[in-house]
């Protein structure tokens, strides 16, 4: 699996594997058949409350513990304990360190935020993370991150597929060495059926979901689909075979519609 370098040199594997909404053994063989299937990359989160069978999946792994690397995410109602979420989460991975922990999403309180990544920081200092980083941010929200501690997060993890891209955040954020991953990557399905991607899928003998994960890959952007299926697991990870031309990169670029799927972060979740 090719990697790509964070602004600190730590290697990210150029895809992963999503870990949300499944539960017990589904999740935990999910996650054994990708990391058989070459997923390095694991995204977990104690929001999804399935962080024990994540790990019990990892534990599995017969390889060294340095070829992976596991992200997993801080809730806004830990935020005033972030050195217990982490004692939570790497007691449910197995793990005695995170390669990347990040906020899940701002909250509304810009104090508890920032002492939460002040918190995440001392976790880095301490040798317990590699690369902190956040996710659902704005730009400005960034901003203040780099005004108070001096350096942006590593990374970034954005709402990001064909019908609803970020350009403009994605380009800010590329300018400034922060690293985009994409959740949501097949817009739970939603892309799949869009008659542009589905006649590149003809063109190229691919499947669509493997058309839309390469666009990703060809713009260093990390997707991370879920699937709980062996094949679909396997399918979609076979995308270092081939490549879409410029003109068919573009044809995907041109499926912007500004419609997004997922919560909007200035008020979600609500209470935080
Ligand atoms: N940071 C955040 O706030 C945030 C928010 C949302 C998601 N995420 C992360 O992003 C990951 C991916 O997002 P997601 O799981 O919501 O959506 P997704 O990956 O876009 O879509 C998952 C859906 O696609 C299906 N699928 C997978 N591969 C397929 C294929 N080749 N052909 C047809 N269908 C396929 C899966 O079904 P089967 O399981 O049946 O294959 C599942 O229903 C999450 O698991 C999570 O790790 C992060």
């Given amino acids: 699996m090719e990697k790509l370098t964070l602004a600190n040199g730590i290697g990210i594997p150029c895809m992963g594997f999503g870990c949300y909404n499944a539960y017990d053994d589904v999740i935990t063989s ?22 024990a069978a994540v790990g019990a999946g990892l534990a599995s792994y017969a390889g060294d513990r340095e070829e992976l690397f596991v992200l997993s995410k801080i809730w806004p109602s830990s935020f005033d304990d972030v050195a217990a979420a982490f004692g939570r989460t790497s007691k449910d991975l197995q793990t005695e360190y995170l390669d990347s922990y ?14 939460a990544y002040e918190q995440l920081l001392g976790l880095a200092e301490k040798g317990l993370v590699r690369a902190p980083g956040v996710s659902n941010f704005s730009i400005p929200q960034l901003e203040k991150i780099r005004e108070e501690f001096g350096t942006y997060p590593f990374v970034h993890e954005i709402e990001c597929h064909p019908s609803y891209q970020q350009r403009a955040l994605i380009d800010w954020c ?94 979600f979740p609500a209470g935080y």
């Fill in 30 to 51: 999910a996650v054994q058949m990708a990391l058989e299937a070459g997923y390095r990359y694991i995204d977990s989160a104690e929001f999804y409350k399935n962080e």
């Fill in 102 to 115: 990040i906020i899940h999403w701002p909250g509304t309180d810009e104090k508890r935020r920032l002492s």
């Fill in 174 to 267: 590329r300018e400034r060495k922060i690293q985009v991953i994409s959740y949501e990557p097949l817009n739970r399905t939603k892309d799949l059926a869009l008659p542009a991607v589905e006649m590149l899928a003809e063109k190229y003998g691919k499947s669509p979901a493997q058309i839309v994960l390469r666009w990703y890959v060809q713009h260093d952007q990390i997707p991370i689909p879920k699937s709980g299926n062996r094949e679909r697991i396997r399918e979609n990870i076979a995308l270092f075979d081939f490549e879409l031309s410029e003109d068919d990169m573009e044809a995907i670029d041109a499926l912007e519609t500004g419609v997004k799927d997922g919560q909007d972060a200035a008020k």
